[in-house]
């Protein structure tokens, strides 16, 4: 059974809906991590990334003053102690 995926004018509003959600799930990743090569990876040991306060479409945040964090994938400022 074939279903009907273009209209005269291009792609049906729906399947366009349904592209443009799969996009967004691609390029959002949880706190720690972002998006490199069209993967979530965690940030380095230097690094944090917090969704709310850096946006959801951000890089990792070098922590300041040289400090590191403890772990990959550092969630907050916070996070980051004297290195």
């Given at each position: 059974?074939?279903?009907a995926v273009y209209t005269r004018s291009g792609i049906s509003g729906s399947l366009l809906r349904v592209l443009l959600?799969?996009?967004i799930l691609i390029a959002f990743c949880y706190d720690g991590y972002e998006l490199v090569d069209e993967q979530c990876?965690?940030?380095k040991e230097w690094q944090y990334r917090n969704n709310l306060?850096?946006?959801a479409f951000s890089t990792c945040?070098?922590?300041s003053g040289g400090?590191?964090?403890l772990m990959l994938g550092a969630s907050s400022?916070?996070?980051c102690i004297y290195g």
């Open positions: 059974m074939h279903c959600m799969v996009m990876t965690p940030c306060a850096d946006g945040q070098n922590c400090n590191l964090t400022s916070d996070l």
